[in-house]
Antibody, heavy 117, light 107 residues
C-alpha cells in the first residue's frame, strides 16, 4: 500500500525558515515524481512543483519558482518543501502528492503551515 | 500556462439526481485530465484519470468524458457522500494546473 506521511502542523513567524517533509512508502521512491500542492484557507488547489528522487530533477510552477525549494532524500524515501523567508501569504495547507503517469494518484494527509507575527 | 476553467462554481442538486460538471482548458491537453473530490477537512482523492478512467475503488456512478479542451464529470445519481468540491487537473504540460473547483451542494 502506497503511503505518504507528512510532518505535523507548524506555526512560524514572518521571515523565518521552515522545512516540511513527506515520508513515502509502498513503492520505489526513486522511480516516480513526487511533489507539492498548496491550498490556501478556503481556496482551491495550486500546483507548486515536483522532484524526481532518482536524479533530483525539479520542476516548479512559475508562481513558486524562487519562493520555495523542493527536494528529496532517496536514502530515507522523503521529500521536502522548504522556505527561507516565510510570509503571511504562505499560510495554508500543503499536500504531498505522488505522480502516477502524471496524475496525482496518492495524496498525503496535509501539513498546515501558519505564518503569523 | 494552461488555464483550466470549471463551471458552474456551485451546483445545487437533490440526492438521487444527476450532476454534470464541466472543465475547459485554454489549449488542448489531449486526454491528460484528472478529476479529484475533496470533502471538508480531507485531502483530495483521485476519481478519474486519462479523462475517463475511474481510479481504483471509485463507484461506477462517477464517469468522465471529453478530450482536447472540453471535459465533463458526471455523477449519475448523487449520494449523500458525494456532496463535496470537485477539481479538474491537467497534466499534459510540464506546468500542471488545476481548475478552481465546483462545489456540489444539497438542493
Amino acid at each position: 500500500e502506497v503511503q505518504l506521511v507528512q510532518s505535523g502542523a507548524e506555526v512560524q513567524k514572518p521571515g523565518e525558515s521552515l522545512r516540511i517533509s513527506c515520508k513515502a512508502s509502498g513503492y520505489t521512491f526513486t522511480r516516480e515524481w513526487i511533489g507539492w500542492v498548496r491550498q490556501m484557507p478556503g481556496k482551491g488547489l495550486d500546483w507548486m512543483g515536483i522532484v524526481f528522487p532518482g536524479d533530483s530533477e525539479t520542476r516548479y510552477s512559475p508562481s513558486f519558482q524562487g519562493q520555495v525549494t523542493i527536494s528529496a532524500d532517496k536514502s530515507i524515501n522523503t521529500a521536502y518543501l522548504q522556505w527561507n523567508d516565510l510570509k503571511a501569504s504562505d499560510t495554508g495547507m500543503y499536500y504531498c502528492v505522488r505522480l502516477t503517469s502524471g496524475f496525482l494518484g496518492e495524496w498525503g494527509q496535509g501539513t498546515l503551515v501558519t505564518v503569523s507575527s | 500556462e494552461i488555464v483550466m476553467t470549471q463551471s458552474p462554481a456551485t451546483l445545487s442538486v437533490s440526492p438521487g439526481e444527476r450532476a454534470t460538471l464541466s472543465c475547459r482548458a485554454s489549449q488542448t491537453v489531449s486526454s491528460n485530465l484528472a478529476w479529484y473530490q475533496q470533502k471538508p477537512g480531507q485531502a483530495p482523492r483521485l476519481l478519474i484519470y486519462g479523462a475517463s478512467t475511474r481510479a481504483t475503488g471509485i463507484p461506477a456512478r462517477f464517469s468522465g468524458s471529453g478530450s482536447g479542451t472540453d471535459f465533463t464529470l458526471t455523477i449519475s445519481s448523487l449520494q449523500s457522500e458525494d456532496f463535496a468540491v470537485y477539481y479538474c487537473h491537467q497534466y499534459n504540460n510540464r506546468l500542471q494546473t488545476f481548475g478552481q473547483g465546483t462545489k456540489v451542494e444539497i438542493k
